[in-house]
């Protein structure tokens, strides 16, 4: 059964997972932005020999 | 097969088929161990404030994990001057430094309703804080020297030095009398968790390890990239 009534704690439940869900998104984007980033890079200077 | 796959060739190689299987796997072990975070019954003792556990615990354990992961690839680049260890070392320091972040974050948003503090200064709690300055001190080190080998040398260094941390960090709890309770899993009585909270802890677990894991490889194969970039601007700048 499903319960998201942190009743008197959703003050410092919320907060949690909130914050990790946030740190661990901005990884993930920065690591995908960053492989792209070289990716492209890798392949056009490849592409060029 | 290990030494094999130091070669950034052979690595790049194995690597490109996994990449969509462990992120897959990373999403999915998320999104399961959320919803069983959220279906666990509240603990007779911590009611709801139980819910922070899922994500406390596993960011501490990747916290200790990225770190080893780190160290022993500092001992591999500093030993075996090879670029791929160091390549891993240097992509294990930014998840790690996050992951302790949180740990130490959600640790005081859970110390607040349960011990009335939002810190203190106890011995798990301060050799956390010194494993996240460990982490901040490498990734400043080798943004400090240009020398990208000077500065894998000597980030390597300070990653071997940090490791002497990592058994402070795990026996604190044993060594000191601390405010932090003891280890609850890895206990010779056995967990000291029921099964309604064990299930949602260890899938968050296995997330994070493998969202780390996600995240290491990713870094490592960019930094592969990377390096083959500034070697043939170099070659094209010899050249021109």
Known sequence: ?49 | MVFGLANPDRFMRFTRPLMPVVWAAAVGLLLAGTWLSFTAPEDYQQLDTVRIMFVHVPAAWLGLAAYVALGVSSFFALVFRHPLADAAARAAALPGAVFTALALATGSLWGKPMWGAWWVWDARLTSVVVLFLFYVAYMALRAAIDDEAKAARAAAVLGLVGLVNLPIVKFSVDWWNTLHQPASLLRAEGPSMTAAHLTPLLVMGLAYMMLFTALWLTDIRTEVRRRRVLTMRARAAQEA
């Open chain 1, 1 to 49: 059964m499903l319960d998201l009534d942190m009743g008197a704690y959703a003050a410092f439940v919320w907060p949690a997972w909130g914050i990790s869900a946030l740190a661990l998104a901005a990884l993930v984007v920065r690591s995908v932005m960053a492989a792209r980033r070289w990716k492209r890079e890798l392949d056009r200077l490849e592409g060029g020999k």
